[in-house]
């Protein structure tokens, strides 16, 4: 952490850069030592501390039993860190701090003035468990980068607060959900894999890196958790181990992750792309492998299938143009997924076709785009199953919370413009 600054943060991509190089640096240090809530607490308060122009950095937890803020820890500006657990607020009274707590307004702060910025904690569904206040902070001559700094913030502390209260027993922290029901309760066919502790931190990890991609094309909110669910049930007809199944959730979880990298102008262009666009667009399967390749715990396997997911059966997909068998065969498996979603989604460019087209779509292409016997699984698929598929909310918790955060930030382009 010592190297750890907001300039690196921002060299590396702005608002967007600043908040990934917040929340690996905190996965990094819950896992180096974060046994205690009071060390998992003390560790994000000095990130926040780090990484944002700040005097103080503090974290109050929502106590909702007793209509209560319970202060946990704070972190003055020479890195001293203190419990301030005596600090107790009544959210009856009339303040920002309770205001952004109970969800009444989505972020305070002053970009102007020397004033402090309170931004939601919120767990893996989205719910608000707790804020982070950063007195004066994110005072900046410059009002974009003031604006790109509550950004940040406001991400970290939407992502943060799962590993924060990992293992707390607090009313409203409600128990982790079976694999699959994060949008979609009782879509997932039986065979479906279950996940260990070291599994489940890393789901959350890479659903915190999802929702900034959701959020960046929000047109396509849903589409991880959609997608999974659908792969996971191809595989299950074609007979696959939990432990493929469970490399399948990887590679759609994070198959498109690469492309944060990819322009504004370009990811969220109103209509069909150039060749140049595609070029760079082509790019976003090694970027996302690279991304990957840094988390914890991440197979080969899972690799593979997230830089060849755009390889066709007869040899005519990208990047490296493989043909059948020697496309990686979770990438063969979620291609039908992933196109198969994209076919029945609806995009500014294009009308959702239904599911029976887009059905026939596919079972067409088996034998030139998809692997035949990925096709003849997938078409084994009841239609009622693909009905309720299809029905799933598109934003998850953490990226319809984080749309919500974002709806009106100042100096941010609405998602979708």
């Not at 322009?263 to 090694?286: C, F, N, Q, T, Y």
């Not at 990208?318 to 997924?337: C, E, K, M, S």
Request: net charge negative.
């Amino acid at each position: 952490m010592d190297s750890l600054t907001a300039g690196d943060g921002f060299a590396r991509g702005g608002a967007v850069g600043l908040a990934l190089a917040a929340l690996a640096a905190y996965q990094k240090q819950v896992q180096q030592n974060g046994k205690s809530l009071y060390e998992r607490g003390a560790a994000l308060v000095d990130i926040v501390l780090r990484l944002f122009p700040c005097d103080k950095a503090s974290i109050f937890l929502l106590n909702p039993a007793a209509h209560m803020l319970v202060g946990l820890v704070d972190v003055d500006s020479q890195g001293r860190i203190r419990l301030i657990s005596e600090q107790e607020i009544s959210l009856s009274e009339d303040l920002p701090l309770t205001a952004v707590a109970m969800g009444k307004i989505p972020y305070h702060a002053d970009l102007r003035a020397k004033a402090a910025a309170i931004v939601p904690l919120r767990d893996y569904q989205g719910k608000i468990v707790g804020v982070i206040t950063a007195d004066r902070g994110l005072v900046s001559s410059n009002r974009t980068r003031g604006a790109d700094l509550l950004w940040a913030l406001l991400f970290l502390g939407a992502a943060a607060g799962t590993l924060l209260l990992w293992g707390v027993d607090l009313e409203v922290q409600p128990e982790l959900p079976p694999l699959g029901t994060g949008s979609s309760p009782g879509l997932m066919p039986e065979g479906s894999p279950s996940l260990n502790d070291h599994d489940v931190s890393m789901e959350h990890l890479i659903h915190a890196v999802t929702a900034v991609l959701e959020l960046r094309d929000i047109e396509t909110a849903g589409h991880t958790e959609r997608v999974a669910d659908l792969a996971i049930a191809i595989g299950v007809k074609m007979g696959l181990s939990k432990w493929q199944l469970l490399t399948l959730r990887r590679v759609a979880f994070l198959h498109d992750v690469g492309k944060i990298a990819i322009p504004d102008s370009i990811l969220r262009k109103p209509g069909p792309l150039d060749s140049e666009e595609w070029a760079v667009m082509k790019k976003h399967p090694v970027a996302s492998y690279l991304v990957a390749s840094g988390l914890p715990r991440i197979s080969e396997d899972a690799l593979l299938g997230i830089i060849q997911h755009h390889e066709r059966w007869d040899g005519t997909g990208y990047p490296f143009g493989l043909r059948q068998d020697n496309i990686h065969w979770a990438a063969r498996t979620f291609a039908v997924a992933d196109s198969f979603d994209a076919m029945t989604s609806e995009r500014v460019y294009k009308p959702a076709k239904s599911l029976a087209a887009a059905r026939e779509e596919i079972s067409s292409l088996a034998g030139s785009q998809y692997d035949p016997a990925v096709v003849e699984a997938f078409l084994r698929l009841p239609i009622d199953f693909l009905d309720d598929w299809r029905n799933q909310p598109r934003l998850t918790p953490l990226s319809g919370a984080l749309a919500h955060l974002f709806a009106n930030l100042p100096g941010q382009e609405k998602p979708g413009k």
